[in-house]
């Protein structure tokens, strides 16, 4: 500890929250905040916490499976089938980074995405889902301070890509494959920390 104009002082250990929203439901959300938390707990040594405010209650189902009834997996916790008012609790426990798995609806998610310091947005644009893609990003242009924002597109097309980011003046990262959210391979991790 420092002393400063008479105040002791401690270091403060900087914490970070992520939200990540999905265009639609089965867009990808919850599978990149898993490769996500694992990333940055095991690759990056940041201790990690999830927490699921989909509505789907998809993690709380893994974690009955796979963590057998314990909310730690990998060394990530999970915190589900939580209510919003839990969220501040949560933020102010010990972990340094905080993944909000915010699911596909953002009009109920959008409170909460806009509290967390990184936001990241994930959607296809294959021809039958670009529509509702770029109708979220006229709606986001026409409401939201956006420009920090991270648009990740699954199943992109090169040209159709190329498209909508001229259109609207903004960047789009594409999603590679991820096999397996909890063990990443190493085109996975820099995939993934691209977007860190």
């Given at each position: ?14 914490k ?51 963590g ?63 529509f509702?893609?770029?109708?979220f ?36 990262l ?10 990443l ?11 860190i």
């Amino acid at each position: 500890m420092k002393k400063l104009n008479g105040f002791l002082t401690r270091k403060l250990k900087e914490k970070i929250s992520i939200g990540i929203v999905g265009i639609g439901l089965g867009c990808g959300a919850t599978h990149l905040t898993i490769a996500l938390a694992n990333y940055l707990q095991s690759g990056l040594g940041k201790k990690t916490a999830v927490i699921e405010l989909s509505g789907r209650q998809d993690l709380k189902n893994m974690m009955q499976k796979e963590g057998k009834g314990k909310q730690k997996l990998l060394n990530v916790q999970y915190f589900t089938d939580i209510c919003v008012g839990k969220v501040p609790e949560i933020m102010n426990s010990g972990y340094e980074v905080f993944l909000l798995d915010l699911g596909g609806d953002y009009c109920a998610a959008r409170e909460e995405f806009l509290r967390c310091d990184r936001k990241i947005v994930i959607g296809s644009i294959s021809p039958w889902r670009a529509f509702a893609y770029e109708h979220f990003i006229e709606n986001v242009i026409a409401s939201e301070n956006y420009q920090m924002w991270e648009f990740l597109v699954l199943f992109a097309n090169i040209l159709d890509k190329k498209q909508i980011q001229k259109r609207y003046g903004m960047h789009m990262l594409s999603v590679p494959w991820i096999e397996n959210p909890f063990y990443l391979k190493k085109e996975d991790m820099m995939f993934l920390q691209k977007i860190i």
